[in-house]
């Protein structure tokens, strides 16, 4: 890893030469605290929130709004999401991420709540272009429940909006037989590949 691409913070915890292992150690320890901490606000919130009857935590996938960015709360990230650009809300205090960011951190957390954590997924219907999100997201949730051997959730029109029967997302999804196929970042993959065709609008 380049020096400079290390964070500050870290780097002043390292003294002298940055060995990379070494580098990538504190990257990955700050990670994991930010994994640990996310579950531990997300039990909290919603042990709470059944005593209350207020709302529990949901991971909202959303498109930055056009004036302004938000920076990612992921700390060894820490960069702008630009207007545009996907991200995930962690509704409560948690903030914004990239969904990369996001996804590394749930990495982490994988084989300890994965199914819970990945049904807590919803679009934001008020902050995506149209529903072809919505049906990633969605296949996205259903595929990795179905891996882990997890309930499946029920996915309501009035969280998820209507996705027209003939929206076929599958194709944006990269075959695990494919060597660019990471089991991590299958939501960004599908997301970007999306993302990159040309006139997307026009084949909605
Ligand atoms: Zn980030």
């Given at each position: 890893?380049?020096?400079?691409?290390?964070?500050?913070?870290?780097?002043?915890?390292?003294?002298?030469?940055?060995?990379?292992?070494?580098?990538?150690?504190?990257?990955?320890?700050?990670?994991?605290q930010a994994s640990?901490?996310?579950?531990?606000?997300?039990?909290?919130?919603?042990?709470?929130?059944?005593?209350?009857?207020?709302?529990?935590?949901?991971?909202?996938?959303?498109?930055?709004?056009?004036?302004?960015?938000?920076?990612?709360?992921?700390?060894?990230?820490?960069?702008?999401?630009?207007?545009?650009?996907?991200?995930?809300?962690?509704?409560?205090?948690?903030?914004?991420?990239?969904?990369?960011?996001?996804?590394?951190?749930?990495?982490?957390?994988?084989?300890?709540?994965?199914?819970?954590?990945?049904?807590?997924?919803?679009?934001?219907?008020?902050?995506?272009?149209?529903?072809?999100?919505?049906?990633?997201?969605?296949?996205?949730?259903?595929?990795?429940?179905?891996?882990?051997?997890?309930?499946?959730?029920?996915?309501?029109?009035?969280?998820?909006?209507?996705?027209?029967?003939?929206?076929?997302?599958?194709?944006?999804?990269?075959?695990?037989?494919?060597?660019?196929?990471?089991?991590?970042?299958?939501?960004?993959a599908a997301l970007?590949?999306?993302e990159e065709i040309?006139?997307?609008?026009?084949?909605?």
């Amino acid at each position: 890893m380049a020096r400079d691409k290390i964070p500050l913070e870290i780097l002043e915890l390292i003294k002298g030469p940055v060995p990379e292992k070494k580098a990538e150690y504190y990257v990955e320890r700050r990670i994991r605290q930010a994994s640990r901490n996310l579950r531990r606000h997300i039990y909290q919130v919603n042990h709470d929130s059944t005593q209350t009857g207020r709302a529990g935590v949901k991971f909202l996938l959303q498109e930055s709004p056009g004036t302004r960015g938000a920076r990612c709360r992921l700390l060894p990230c820490g960069e702008m999401i630009e207007p545009g650009e996907y991200r995930v809300h962690v509704t409560c205090r948690n903030g914004f991420f990239h969904v990369e960011c996001f996804e590394r951190m749930m990495e982490y957390s994988f084989n300890e709540g994965c199914g819970e954590q990945v049904s807590l997924f919803r679009p934001d219907l008020n902050r995506l272009a149209g529903p072809m999100e919505a049906c990633i997201l969605k296949e996205y949730v259903r595929r990795t429940l179905s891996r882990i051997g997890a309930q499946p959730i029920t996915f309501s029109p009035e969280e998820w909006g209507v996705i027209p029967d003939d929206m076929n997302c599958e194709e944006y999804f990269v075959s695990p037989t494919d060597p660019a196929y990471d089991e991590h970042h299958i939501l960004s993959a599908a997301l970007k590949n999306w993302e990159e065709i040309p006139n997307k609008a026009e084949r909605l």
